[in-house]
């Protein structure tokens, strides 16, 4: 037989040459996908007014999960995009300083990191059938972990952007975590040039859902009216406890009550904590009419984040708050690591409150939230629950992130719980927007985030039947169930090739 000959340096080098610039070329082609990715993000947020373009705004960032090899470099790559859409979302957290907002950009991006890492390692061995769907499912089912717990952070999740779309209200079948995955498996399909049309047809077909789904309201319970006032003082929280400053916002308060006198018949509703002061102990007011007043309660040295129920012969606490934000009002650090405290803010030193019961007055059965607890489905679902509960009182203060977009975000928060569980919701925010959302997400009437006023309604209280508030517990462990399958499928493909 001849001999083979040995190609010639020069063609060898030729070669070489050529296959680095080819992964030169890949390379540069994936940092311009990740600028787009960054581009996307920034017109993807809801300053813009394009909440809908979520849909396709993330198809970069998968491409480019589903394109690149996963050595350091490239993994550097991915995560570096990761963090700046996170960055982008939540640069509002800079009040506490922008090393807060890197930090928490740094541990939101892990969630997403994670999932993508493990798929990229199995994504070979998945059943091709569930090969579209599988990355999405990991991802929601990262975004259902880190909204729970102590450590919850129930803001940014994509489902969220769709807000005044007509996917919207397809969240009274499948929740915000539904929606999630439905932008995320819609972001895959755009990520494939093959999958184009498919995707459109998709988003087609949910416009028809979401907007079907809108004009059916199916009662649960005959409606009512009641009569409210929210009061909204337009403070900026401080620090630092400043007396004169306090007293300030005690008169400015007093003032909005007696001007809610003007409503003789209304339940009065405040914000969080207008009176950063025991008001069991210190009786600053004593209200003409029925009144919800967030305060401090304290007892036996220990203090928790409340509401009030007062009126001229009555005064008890009516709810304590039962998840608490960590750093915010309590320190999660342990004392060994106490020297980090002072990196990282501390607003309060608050104790949790147990599990409440809601609060029965005339036909109302009235539930309580305070603050980011209305960013969490399970807590909502835990007390709506075989409570009967018609009605939902959101008591918050957003004032920490001045004229960023958190605000609004927030009450968005709260319009997407209202439609998830057909509650309607009373929400009162001591720098606004305070606001009266119906059972359907609407807004009822609104007062703008910086005015100083109170708000009246006679409020319909309408509670209406969803598909999630029965499935609410069950809709997280199908997806972690389902995520389980295709995991053991994968190592179970593996394995086979070893055996």
Known sequence: MREQKADHPNLKFIRLTSSLIDVTKKNNYLWLLSILTIIFAIFSQKYFGSNMLIFFFLSPLFYIIRNLKPDKKNLFLLYFNIFLYFFISIIWLSIFGLHIVILMSLYLSFFWFLPILIWKKIEKNVPKKLYTISLPLFLTLAEILRNSGTYAFGLESPGYFLIDTPFMYIAKLIGVTGLTFLTFYINMLFSDKKNILKALYFLSILIFIGTLINSISVNNTNSFKQ???????NFRPIFQYEENYENLINKQYINLFNLAKSYPDSIVVTPEVIFRTCLNENKIISPDQTSFVGSIYCKNNLYYNSIYYLNKEESKVVYKK??????GEFNPIPKNFSFLDKFLPQLGDFE??????????????????????????????RKLKDNHINLLIV??????????????????????????FGVPIIRAANTGPSAFISSNGDIIKILPADKVGILFDNFNIKKTETLYSEIASKEDKFIILLSTIILTLAIFNILRKFL
């Open 227 to 233: 009569k409210f006032t929210i009061l909204q003082g």
């Open 322 to 327: 039962e998840h608490l934000v960590p750093f």
């Open 352 to 381: 949790k409150g147990k599990t409440s019961k809601p609060f029965k007055y005339k036909d109302l059965h009235i539930g309580f939230l305070i603050c980011f607890e209305d960013t969490l489905p399970p807590l909502i679902y």
């Open 395 to 420: 008591a918050s203060n957003d004032g920490w992130f001045k004229n960023t977009y958190e605000p609004i975000e927030h009450l968005n928060v709260s319009r997407f719980r209202a439609i998830e």
